[in-house]
């Protein structure tokens, strides 16, 4: 199904795979029954195996599927960056790794809003299991954390856009268990400072010029991606907020708070 086929069917996927008829993969389509989270489990395993490492990185982020209709679980008009716009469509949450050995999504959650949960005959209708309660995009990511964690994969970071930077309960969750995190945050995020509470924008604001660094985060579509960077130290020392600069557009800033988790990076400050 990844293949770069121009059309994928039962006859063109088993003359790409070798095989000399399409009844294998028409049973596949068709009859075959298997247990998603179980093929989730191998999968996370052979990630952990092939690309594993202590400093690998849990990455979460969402996205969004276009529909046409109202029956497929847990559709509704919501906005998607997909699309750019509030659409009809289903959010999946995902979780991906990295590690120098390459990257590969691992684990996923099918997002159900308020106006699903609230409605069993409509969960019922859709093979929702029973039960099934709402879960916020960053509770959903949480959960797929701590399968990775119990599953013993070998991670040192998570990171996430503002959906999930912004969000306390995740957060604090990360910094109970001691997970070392660098997670994107609002420009009126608020941080407590020894001064009292500043916002995110404001801190950078009143850097010198001496604080910033100008650095590289790797190649992209159009070559070298250099940044203005600077690292400010918040009310405890393994929470920092990192600020990233446009070279090109100085008014252009993105914010990140940082845990380096204490066990793992300080032990001096325990």
Same mark, same amino acid.
């Given at each position: 199904?990844?293949?770069?086929?121009?059309?994928?069917?039962?006859?063109?996927?088993?003359?790409?795979? +070798?095989?000399?008829?399409? /009844?294998?993969?028409?049973?596949?389509?068709?009859?075959?029954?298997?247990?998603?989270?179980?093929?989730?489990? /191998?999968?996370?395993? @052979? *990630?952990?195996?092939?690309? &594993?490492?202590?400093?690998? *990185?849990?990455? =979460?982020?969402?996205?969004?599927?276009?529909?046409?209709?109202?029956?497929?679980? +847990?559709?509704?008009?919501?906005?998607? +960056?997909?699309? &750019?716009?509030?659409?009809?469509?289903?959010?999946?949450?995902?979780?991906?790794?990295?590690? =120098?050995? &390459?990257?590969?999504?691992?684990?996923?959650?099918? @997002?159900?809003?308020?106006?699903?949960?609230? /409605?069993?005959?409509?969960?019922?209708?859709? =093979?929702?299991?029973?039960?099934?309660?709402?879960?916020?995009?960053?509770?959903?990511?949480?959960?797929?954390?701590?399968?990775?964690?119990?599953?013993?994969?070998?991670?040192?970071?998570?990171?996430?856009?503002?959906? @999930?930077?912004?969000? &306390?309960?995740?957060?604090?969750?990360?910094?109970?268990?001691?997970?070392?995190?660098?997670?994107? *945050?609002?420009? /009126?995020?608020?941080?407590?400072?020894?001064?009292?509470?500043?916002?995110?924008?404001?801190?950078?604001?009143?850097?010198?010029?001496?604080?910033?660094? $100008?650095?590289?985060?790797?190649? +992209?579509?159009?070559?070298?991606? $250099? @940044?203005?960077?600077?690292?400010?130290?918040?009310?405890?020392?393994?929470?920092?907020?990192?600020?990233?600069?446009?070279?090109?557009?100085?008014?252009?800033?993105?914010?990140?708070?940082?845990?380096?988790? *204490?066990?793992?990076?300080?032990?001096?400050?325990?």
């Amino acid at each position: 199904m990844l293949s770069g086929l121009e059309r994928k069917t039962s006859w063109s996927l088993a003359e790409h795979a +070798g095989e000399t008829a399409p /009844d294998g993969m028409q049973r596949l389509f068709t009859t075959a029954r298997w247990d998603a989270d179980l093929v989730r489990d /191998d999968l996370r395993g @052979y *990630v952990a195996g092939v690309l &594993g490492d202590p400093d690998g *990185v849990l990455i =979460g982020d969402d996205t969004g599927f276009e529909k046409g209709g109202t029956r497929s679980a +847990g559709v509704q008009r919501q906005y998607t +960056g997909t699309a &750019g716009k509030i659409t009809n469509c289903q959010i999946g949450v995902f979780l991906a790794y990295a590690s =120098g050995q &390459g990257r590969a999504l691992v684990d996923r959650e099918l @997002y159900l809003p308020r106006s699903w949960t609230g /409605d069993p005959l409509r969960l019922a209708a859709a =093979g929702v299991p029973a039960g099934t309660g709402f879960a916020t995009k960053p509770e959903l990511l949480q959960q797929m954390i701590k399968r990775a964690a119990a599953a013993g994969m070998p991670f040192g970071w998570v990171a996430a856009d503002e959906a @999930y930077g912004d969000n &306390g309960p995740l957060r604090d969750y990360l910094e109970e268990e001691e997970i070392a995190y660098v997670l994107a *945050v609002s420009r /009126d995020h608020l941080l407590a400072m020894p001064v009292g509470r500043r916002r995110a924008d404001e801190l950078a604001a009143r850097l010198p010029r001496r604080a910033w660094q $100008r650095l590289s985060c790797g190649d +992209g579509a159009k070559g070298e991606r $250099r @940044y203005d960077w600077a690292l400010v130290a918040a009310g405890r020392p393994e929470i920092s907020l990192l600020i990233r600069r446009s070279i090109s557009r100085p008014s252009q800033l993105a914010f990140y708070l940082c845990q380096c988790a *204490v066990r793992r990076c300080c032990p001096e400050w325990r």
